[in-house]
């Protein structure tokens, strides 16, 4: 999807974006085409965009959770379970683009899936 930006405001590559009118709709911030034409990976449904819409920056990347909580949980993109297990409470939440342990850094153990 590309975008016209017409405020001095120019998103970081990466950040969050969201309709005005649909908060559901979510956008992340991709490649700059010039100083003004921003290309945004759509993220979720396109039924709500419209020509002209105003698009919103969250001013933060997408988050997960991560740690203890997290362990043996399915969630979506943003975070939310997917599993029927109800809400993830987790003190610590990371951005989908940090880097990830090293494999020297990683436990190794076998675990019987069912």
């Known amino acids: 999807m590309t975008l016209l930006c017409d405020s001095q405001y120019r998103p970081p590559l990466r950040e969050l974006l969201y309709l005005e009118h649909d908060s559901s709709v979510k956008l992340e911030a991709y490649a700059y085409e010039n100083d003004r034409v921003l290309r945004c990976l759509l993220l979720s449904s396109y039924r709500a965009l419209r020509r002209g819409d105003r698009v919103l920056s969250t001013g933060q990347e997408i988050t997960v959770p991560v740690g203890n909580a ?21 003190t610590t939440w990371r951005s989908i683009h940090a880097k990830g342990a ?5 436990e190794k153990r076998e675990v019987e899936l069912v």
């Open 70 to 90: 997290a362990l043996g949980r399915a969630f979506d993109l943003f975070g939310a379970p997917e599993d029927g297990k109800g809400e993830i409470v987790s």
């Open 102 to 106: 090293s494999g020297t850094q990683m």
